[in-house]
């Protein structure tokens, strides 16, 4: 119990060389929450919400104004407005943070996308879900 401890929090909260944003979404929730308040098209700089869980599970429940990127399709998935442009600002989460910092190091760090925060699982979202 306390390896899957540590491999949790050492995912959770894992800021890109080029994040320049500060800790405040990691620090509390209502800044996050706050974000997805502002429509995507009207965020500057722009800031994606990723959910990387599979899609049915998406579909069950997901953070406010993000978008679905199952990490065993994300590969195909690189080209899509929210991850091919590396100045774009993307947050990561998963159901515990292990899949997010996956996708974070095997696919987004390595397409140039270095400005990424793994905000952790979803189970850290104490707001509604849509």
């Known amino acids: 119990a306390v390896v899957c401890a540590l491999l949790f929090a050492a995912c959770e909260g894992y800021l890109g060389p080029d994040w320049d944003l500060g800790t405040a979404f990691l620090d509390d929730p209502r800044n996050l929450q706050a974000l997805t308040l502002i429509p995507q098209d009207q965020r500057d700089p722009p800031?994606?919400?990723?959910?990387?869980?599979?899609?049915?599970?998406?579909?069950?429940?997901?953070i406010p104004t993000?978008?679905?990127?199952?990490?065993?399709?994300?590969?195909?998935?690189?080209?899509?407005?929210?991850?091919?442009?590396?100045?774009?600002?993307?947050?990561?989460?998963?159901?515990?943070?292990?899949?997010?910092?996956?996708?974070?190091?095997?696919?987004?760090?390595?397409?140039?996308?270095?400005?990424?925060?793994?905000?952790?699982g979803i189970t850290n979202w104490p707001y509604g879900l849509e």
């Open 47 to 62: 800031i994606w919400i990723v959910d990387v869980r599979p899609g049915w599970t998406y579909n069950g429940g997901h």
């Open 66 to 120: 993000a978008i679905s990127r199952p990490s065993s399709d994300i590969a195909n998935r690189l080209e899509d407005t929210s991850l091919d442009d590396p100045d774009n600002y993307i947050i990561v989460y998963c159901e515990t943070g292990i899949r997010a910092q996956g996708v974070i190091n095997d696919y987004l760090l390595p397409n140039g996308n270095t400005r990424v925060m793994n905000w952790g």
